[in-house]
């Protein structure tokens, strides 16, 4: 059973910089492609960064400059940096896991931005 625990949200004044992790319960190196998403209130979820197991990394054109998703493969764990935090960043994030062809999700950690 593949299982996501992100941690490390919280409340954080405008510009200020917080580090989201995922910790799974398999080796991340067996997704396809791991990611963070976001969903605000009365908004869609929006995928924020992803990391292919190559490697390759994508981000929101919102959160490029500002926002870095990384990972540590022997500590199963997928990380986002989030500097530069802005009011619309406020969101619960999530992180998600390819696998085959199941998707796997946490079940998100809270990031307020307080102007």
């Known amino acids: 059973q593949v299982q996501l625990a992100e941690s490390g949200g919280g409340l954080v004044q405008f510009g200020g910089s917080l580090r989201l992790s995922c910790t799974a319960s398999v080796s991340i190196f067996n997704f396809k492609v791991a990611g963070w998403y976001r969903q605000a209130p009365g908004k869609e979820r929006e995928l924020v960064a992803s990391i292919t197991a190559g490697g390759t990394t994508e981000y929101a054109t ?15 764990i ?11 960043d406020t969101a619960t994030y999530y ?7 199941v998707s796997y999700w946490g079940q998100g950690t809270q990031v307020t931005v307080s102007s």
């Open 95 to 101: 992180c998600s896991g390819v696998q085959g062809v």
């Open 78 to 88: 997928i990380y986002l940096q989030m500097n530069n935090l802005e009011a619309n």
């Open 62 to 76: 919102s959160v490029k400059g500002r926002f870095t998703i990384s990972r540590n493969i022997g500590k199963n």
